[in-house]
């Protein structure tokens, strides 16, 4: 399967927390499945990692030591993806999980997320359960 990690879930992800349930750890850890980042991930963890926003025990560049270790995939952003956004519905306010919404539209992946909001538009997702 292809999986398209929201930025929580990653940060959740590397640093063990107990919050991720062990069925998304399993799926992101199953070597069958394809495991993207979107580089939106990275813009939004560089901002909120400089702003204080977020507190996490590993530092940016950990991140990236680990994403390549694990050899996931870094999804960039693409014409198609900025187009889509423009007719997605305004349901969600979030710049950084509307570009990853149109992304997995558009390429076809499934969002591992917690976000609920996500279910709102024409996107699988897996997990949705926390009011993030």
């Keep these: 399967m292809n999986f398209l990690i929201d930025t929580h879930v990653l940060l959740w992800y590397l640093e063990g927390n107990r919050t991720l349930p062990g069925k998304i750890r399993n799926d992101i850890n199953n070597s069958e499945n394809n495991i993207f980042i979107s580089i939106a991930s990275f813009w939004e963890l560089a901002i909120k990692l400089a702003s204080g926003k977020i507190n996490t025990k590993i530092t940016f560049a950990q991140i ?3 994403i390549n270790k694990r050899e996931f995939e870094i999804l ?3 014409f ?12 969600h306010g979030d710049p950084f999980d509307r570009l990853m919404i149109a992304q997995a539209i558009t ?3 499934t969002i591992l997320s917690a976000d609920r909001q996500f279910k709102d538009y024409p996107v699988d ?3 949705s359960s926390l009011n993030i």
């Excluded at 198609?80 to 305004?90: A, G, N, R, T, V």
């Design 125 to 127: 997702v897996v997990w």
């Design 80 to 91: 198609q993806h900025l187009e889509l956004i423009m007719d997605l519905p305004k349901v």
């Design 76 to 78: 960039h952003i693409s």
């Design 64 to 66: 990236e030591e680990d």
């Design 107 to 109: 390429e076809g992946l």
